[in-house]
């Protein structure tokens, strides 16, 4: 705010914050616009930072989980944007991770460290299809997937940036169909994504699908049917991109369970988890 008047219409403005003491800081332009960018981009840094530490994870045995929560019990880290998943998305982050950086280059002082995470994020959303296709075999030509969820995050329809995007069109370019629902999404995701086939619920999507990949944690998703999935399923292959599901009561089910950064404590082939079922 440049001058006292811009100063008082805030503080009237934004009154009823204030009666609960929420601090108001008044800035200058430049220094408000940064303070935006510089808060994004290091969120957007630590959900970039947990999801290297989920690859981590999986290569060593550690559960990405723990680690999470053990480090974000430190309050100089805290506890929120260690989630692990397939890549930050949406209207703010990638849009003012990258506003930063230009800015930070035009001014000759570029910021490395936002810099790679841009990249890593990009390239995490890439690598989430060949994690698809890995559990597939190393191929999905011919085979149907069914993606359950398409927006960048749940209850919102808003498909700005988000990982479905990138990771569904890559799994059709290698050859498999993709039968797609989302709650909120689909009407938006459907322009984006038209060589999609859209069912009208989880279950539908699930029909005759070679394999489940879980994009977005609708609550909806949670709480899934097994045996129904089972038996909808022609494969017992589930990706779950989001952790929503324990690695262990998927093993009990009878899937085969990939997720991230997780030890799955299930490392059954396909026909072997069939039998097992049958049995």
């Known amino acids: 705010m440049e001058s006292e008047r811009a100063r008082e219409v805030m503080r009237q403005l934004y009154r009823p914050l204030y009666l609960i003491e929420t601090p108001i800081v008044f800035t200058g332009l430049e ?10 981009a290091f969120l957007a840094t630590k959900i970039t930072f947990i999801n290297e530490i989920a690859d981590l994870c999986e290569r060593v045995g550690a559960d990405v989980h723990d680690v999470a929560r053990g480090i974000g019990l ?3 880290i805290g506890r929120k944007f260690l989630h692990a998943g397939p890549g930050f998305g949406g209207s703010c982050f990638p849009k003012d991770t990258r506003a930063l950086v230009q800015t930070a280059r035009q001014v000759g002082a570029p910021i490395h460290i936002v810099e790679s995470v841009v990249e890593v994020n990009e390239a995490r959303k890439r690598h989430m299809a060949e994690r698809v296709i890995e559990a597939c075999g190393g191929s999905v030509a011919g085979k149907t997937v069914a993606a359950l969820g ?37 009407a938006e995701a459907a322009k984006l994504m038209p060589h999609l086939a859209y069912c009208t619920g989880a279950y539908e ?12 944690e609708w609550n ?3 709480a899934l049917d097994f ?22 009561d998927m ?13 799955t404590g299930f490392v059954a082939t396909v026909d072997e988890a069939a039998r097992g079922s049958a049995a």
């Open 31 to 40: 220094t408000s616009e940064l303070i935006k960018y510089a808060a994004n």
């Open 74 to 76: 430190d309050g100089r």
């Open 150 to 186: 398409l927006t960048f995050k749940p209850n919102t329809d808003d498909m700005r940036e988000s990982p479905s995007l990138v990771v569904l069109p890559a799994l059709v370019g290698a050859g498999a169909r993709v039968q797609a629902y989302d709650p909120e999404g689909m």
């Open 205 to 216: 999507a699930m029909t005759g699908a070679d394999a489940l990949l879980i994009l977005t």
């Open 220 to 222: 909806e998703f949670r």
């Open 227 to 248: 045996a129904r999935v089972r038996q909808l399923l022609r494969a017992p292959i589930v990706v779950d991109l989001r952790n929503i599901y324990s690695p262990q």
């Open 251 to 263: 093993a009990a089910a009878g899937f085969v369970y990939t997720s991230i950064g997780r030890p």
